[in-house]
């Protein structure tokens, strides 16, 4: 049995004062809806591998092989195919925002078998589908990796992750994707993160900047604006003159652990009541030893176990830090390393006063 953590919380609840507020350009927390980036992903083979490609034993690239074969005019049957330079790989992209036919896009090529390497390899042409199954860019050319595996059998070195590689400007964007914001007689500025207060303040600072009515709140993350009665020239005109405008924006208080690696990441306006939190350590280990008696010759005796139990308990000193009134993470981290305590325990901790109502934040564990 152990007792690793003990936390005394008292004066859960507190009076903190006004979280102070920036002044941020709408741009940098709002974006429009409907105008946005969409991902991109295609199947293809990447050729030409110094021998590092997919096994005999990875069936689907021997049949992407035959079938690439076959588009070109030669049949071969894909049990036939015993090939150590192709490999199966996906490919992905991102489709940015208003494009059009003849842009090129960076794609990321990945590899889905179990080859050891694409260096030196070249994508053929592969179609990008989006969300509805439509081809919108295709993509080909060799593939560059910011890594490299090198050796054989047992003698292999690898550096970084040579199974992923990128085509700069390797698609080339085969559909129009552009919104006609002429059309757009609405328009609706989505903030990032969903806050009532700063939905008005957006809504507010716009009727100011025009001094009319053109937009209101929706709900917490939603703000409506009247294109057709702003008085703009055209829409992006009107859209720049929005995203130009300051707000009063409060970031909200979060805190953010990540229970596998220890990592904890605080915001500045995190508050805490005050708190006491006391680290011991308390542990009792019993081991079991068999000790046998072995009777005298000729004594008719019988040979015997006997268990002889051991206990041992230890307790190191409890060492304790306070903090005041208003004091933030920074310091209750600062001392639970005073106290030598691990960075598992430290997560433990602030769920454990983010629980009892202690931790004047969200707290959100990944």
Same mark, same amino acid.
């Given at each position: 049995?152990? &007792? ?8 859960? &609840? ?21 105008? @946005? ?16 490609? =997919? @096994? ?25 195919? #015993? ?22 896009? =960076? ?67 085969? @559909? =129009? ?5 002429? #059309? ?36 917490? #993350?939603?703000? =409506? ?49 005050? &708190? ?67 960075? #598992? ?22």
């Amino acid at each position: 049995m152990a &007792v690793a953590l003990l936390v005394a919380l008292s004066f859960a &609840v507190a009076a903190f004062g006004e979280e102070s507020a920036r002044r941020v350009q709408v741009r940098d927390i709002a974006t429009i809806a409907g105008i @946005r980036d969409n991902q991109l992903v295609g199947y293809g083979i990447v050729v030409g591998l110094n021998g590092t490609g =997919d @096994r005999s034993q990875t069936q689907f690239t021997t049949q992407t092989l035959a079938n690439a074969m076959r588009r070109m005019g030669v049949l071969i049957s894909p049990a036939t195919v #015993r090939v150590a330079n192709v490999a199966a790989v996906f490919v992905t992209a991102t489709l940015p925002q208003f494009s059009r036919p003849g842009m090129t896009l =960076d794609v990321t090529v990945s590899s889905v078998g179990d080859a050891r390497s694409l260096e030196g390899g070249t994508l053929l042409m592969t179609g990008l589908q989006g969300p509805d199954g439509q081809v919108y860019a295709n993509a080909q050319g060799p593939v560059t990796l910011g890594g490299y595996t090198a050796g054989r059998g047992g003698n292999v070195k690898t550096l970084n992750f040579p199974n992923v590689g990128r085509i700069p400007g390797g698609a080339i964007v085969e @559909r =129009d994707t552009a919104v006609d914001l002429s #059309r757009m007689s609405t328009l609706s500025f989505m903030l990032r993160d969903p806050d009532f207060n700063v939905a008005c303040e957006v809504a507010d600072a716009i009727n100011q900047e025009f001094s009319a009515g053109l937009a209101h709140a929706v709900d917490s #993350r939603r703000i =409506d604006v009247n294109a057709v009665a702003s008085g703009s020239a055209s829409v992006p005109a009107l859209v720049a003159r929005i995203q130009d405008l300051k707000v009063a924006y409060r970031p909200r208080a979060k805190v953010v652990v990540n229970e596998r690696t220890g990592t904890i990441v605080m915001g500045g306006e995190v508050k805490l009541s005050a &708190v006491s939190v006391i680290h011991g350590s308390l542990s009792i280990e019993i081991s079991t030893a068999y000790a046998v008696s072995q009777p005298a010759p000729f004594s008719n005796g019988k040979t015997t176990t006997t268990p002889e139990v051991n206990l041992q308990a230890g307790e190191e000193p409890t060492r304790s830090i306070r903090l005041s009134q208003g004091a933030n993470v920074e310091e209750l981290i600062n001392g639970l390393h005073a106290l030598d305590a691990s960075a #598992r325990e430290i997560v433990a901790i602030l769920e454990a006063i983010q629980a009892a109502g202690g931790l004047a934040a969200e707290l959100e564990v990944i």
